[in-house]
């Protein structure tokens, strides 16, 4: 069976990345090993030779300095985006994107916006430990003034990045590493996807399932298995964190009275729990049952037999499911 | 020996006492072809002086909140350096940053107004005494966290190099131990950014005294490790000051790269309203105000012929320039809550 046009993951980013910085030319694009090297997992190989050092440079192992540099320049008139490799150090530049970033808007009285981009590669299940593996996204989920996006497949890596780089916000955009070279429909007409819409990737009856990023292929190979056993299940593709599209999540509990969260990360603090949180005060009449599917309480193991059972999987979404499902009639 | 230059035009900051140094006076002196421009500068110090003062009788009253941090005593600073740039330079300012904002432009009626809480205030009240940011003066902001303004003038540096234009970062000596001021040095040197960085050295962090918690002999020093052109000003002359700038920022303007400028000099008040400064030793203070930057830059102008009467006039229309700003700023009303419409994200 022949398939429509086919872009990966890494690709879709790249593409993003060239179609912004031709369009708009106050992006620039900088980090460590971003240009000669075309970044270490391959997502932006050819821009430097593209585009030029003007537009595209590679930087000092700083993450302070590239997100303090990035802020001043936002608020000064070009677009910067820039990648700090693995999202666990965004600990690093913290104070430039929580503290500057992400409060001038107000602060200042609406004075200039922040279009400014951070890419991290994000997520478990590459054996890289406890401190290159996190989704950092709830460090940062209750900062108001920040934008949080972490697409689920190709066309969404394209339309949201290019989203992101035309937002006059400061975006943390979080690209799940078992998914670059995840392949799948490329985006008609380079389309943008705007930051702020879940999608609903699967309709169902009985049961809703929301997540982000790689959550959302794990569960909708999880809720295969569950049509299996009769449960017709409706995924939602968060596909950012902040702003929290609340209405998509609330229009299909009206509809199945059921909701499981399916995060990459620990339940206490997170945002799958909050997402419930919010249901239970927004929709509590529609809900028969919520709960929240999550990794353990402990830093991310390495050894694989350790991490596989970390980390949530179509497996033990399912699982879960089926259980609650028993459990509740 | 480093192969940077590092003439020192003043103290050096060196041994365990924050005393001013003699050899302040000596050193090379920059001609005064422009008297008008350092008479404006003088006025400028001085509506500083008042501004400090009146902010700090209104913190007694009840009427600035929080906490507040006062330049009294750093006036020349920020004055000098901004004489030397263009309108639409940009600079980063500190915590300790009202100075910075007035030096770069900001009117003194908007900028008391914010202390004030006032829906007139530059950032309507939004912002408060440490974190005030006017872009249309090219003030990209005053930041709260010691080092902020390191890196966000290294970012407006990177507009400018793109666009025209240089970005300076006003800092403490604090802030010199903070990551941002290392990563940030590092980083616009490689990338050669318009960039003037700019210590004001004034020899406590916070209640600490610098000598004791700053490795190595002395801040424009760390600029030779980067490779970047350092020297020390004696930071209570408007003249030194203005010199030193208009060289740094000359650097710049050429793409050159970036340069450090340690300006020495001290603070009147404690690091905060919370804090009387008991830390400092006996006869310190006093010291200073001998040196007090108005005694100075005055004895300067004067040297240089401008008359006592044409500065006494100067100061006489900050003072009165100060004083509706602050009746003003007292006026006007406090921002309705009711009414705010604040939303979070930009369109």
């Not at chain 2, 480093?2 to 060196?14: A, K, M, N, Y």
């Not at chain 2, 916070?206 to 030779?224: D, K």
């Not at chain 2, 006007?332 to 369109?347: I, L, M, V």
Request: charge should be negative; proline fraction near 7%.
């Amino acid at each position: 069976m022949s398939e429509p046009a086919q872009l990966e993951f890494r690709t879709a980013i790249r593409d993003a990345l060239a179609e912004e910085i031709e369009r708009d030319p106050d992006v620039v694009f900088f980090g460590e090993d971003v240009a000669a090297a075309g970044g270490v997992f391959k997502a932006t190989p050819e821009l430097h030779e593209r585009f030029g050092e003007e537009r595209v440079f590679d930087t000092p192992i700083s993450e302070l300095a590239l997100a303090g540099a990035a802020f001043g320049a936002a608020v000064t008139g070009l677009r910067p985006v820039f990648e700090v490799m693995f999202g666990d150090f965004m600990a690093l530049p913290m104070d430039s994107l929580v503290n500057q970033a992400a409060k001038f808007w107000y602060i200042s009285n609406e004075q200039a916006p922040v279009p400014l981009v951070v890419r991290s590669a994000v997520g478990g299940g590459g054996r890289f430990g406890a401190i290159h593996s996190q989704f950092h996204a709830t460090w940062f989920q209750g900062v108001p003034g920040l934008k949080i996006a972490a697409p689920s497949n190709p066309a969404d890596a394209k339309g949201l990045l290019k989203a992101a780089i035309r937002d006059d916000n400061p975006v943390i955009f979080l690209e799940h590493k078992r998914l670059y070279s995840v392949k799948g429909p490329a985006p008609e007409n380079g389309d943008v996807v705007p930051l702020g819409q879940a999608n609903v990737v699967r309709e169902g009856s009985d049961l809703t399932i929301v997540s982000i990023a790689k959550g959302v292929p794990d569960s909708l190979a999880a809720a295969e298995q569950l049509a299996a056993d009769g449960i017709d299940s409706e995924v939602i593709d968060l596909r950012t964190l902040r702003p929290l599209d609340l209405e998509t999540v609330l229009r299909s509990v009206e509809k199945t009275n059921r909701v499981m969260a399916v995060e990459e990360g620990p339940r206490l603090g997170g945002w799958a729990a909050n997402l419930v949180g919010a249901l239970a005060a927004e929709a509590l009449h529609d809900l028969d049952d919520a709960w929240v599917v999550a990794t353990g309480e402990t830093p991310i193991p390495y050894s694989p037999p350790l991490e596989d059972r970390f980390i949530p999987t179509p497996d033990s979404i399912a699982a879960a499911a089926r259980e609650r499902a028993s459990s509740r009639g | 020996m480093s192969d940077v230059d590092l003439p020192v035009d003043g103290p050096t900051g060196e041994g365990e006492s924050a005393a001013p140094d003699a050899t302040a006076q000596a050193g090379t002196r920059p001609a005064l072809d422009e008297p008008a421009r350092f008479v404006q500068g003088f006025e400028r110090m001085v509506l500083i002086r008042e501004f400090e003062h009146e902010i700090h009788r209104l913190f007694l009253k009840g009427e600035v909140h929080g906490t507040t941090h006062l330049s009294a005593g750093q006036e020349a600073v920020p004055v000098g350096v901004c004489m030397a740039l263009e309108p639409s330079d940009y600079v980063a300012g500190t915590y300790r940053g009202h100075g910075h904002a007035l030096a770069k432009g900001t009117p003194p009626e908007p900028l008391a107004a914010e202390m004030l809480g006032r829906a007139t205030g530059v950032c309507g009240g939004r912002a408060g005494s440490m974190n005030v940011i006017d872009l249309e003066h090219g003030l990209v902001g005053c930041f709260g966290i010691v080092g902020g303004s390191i890196a966000a003038a290294t970012g407006a540096a990177l507009s400018a190099k793109r666009k025209g234009g240089v970005a300076v970062a006003f800092f403490g000596d604090g802030a010199t131990n903070q990551g941002y001021f290392h990563e940030c040095l590092n980083f616009s040197q490689v990338l050669r950014l318009p960039v003037v960085f700019v210590c004001e050295n004034n020899f406590y962090g916070e209640f600490t005294p610098m000598h004791q918690v700053t490795a190595g002999a002395a801040i424009s020093a760390r600029g030779a490790a980067y490779g970047i052109p350092a020297r020390v000003v004696d930071g209570n002359d408007l003249l030194a000051v203005e010199q030193a700038a208009a060289e740094a920022v000359a650097v710049a303007r050429s793409g050159s790269g970036p340069s450090l400028l340690e300006c020495q000099t001290y603070r009147h008040y404690g690091h905060s309203k919370s804090d009387p400064a008991t830390y400092r030793p006996k006869g310190e203070l006093e010291s200073w105000l001998e040196r007090d930057p108005l005694v100075v830059t005055r004895a300067r102008l004067v040297e240089a012929g401008v008359t006592d009467e044409r500065l006494d006039e100067a100061a006489e229309r900050a003072k009165e320039t100060m004083a509706r700003a602050a009746d003003a700023a007292l006026a006007a009303p406090y921002p309705d809550p009711e009414r705010e419409g604040a939303s979070e994200f930009a369109p």
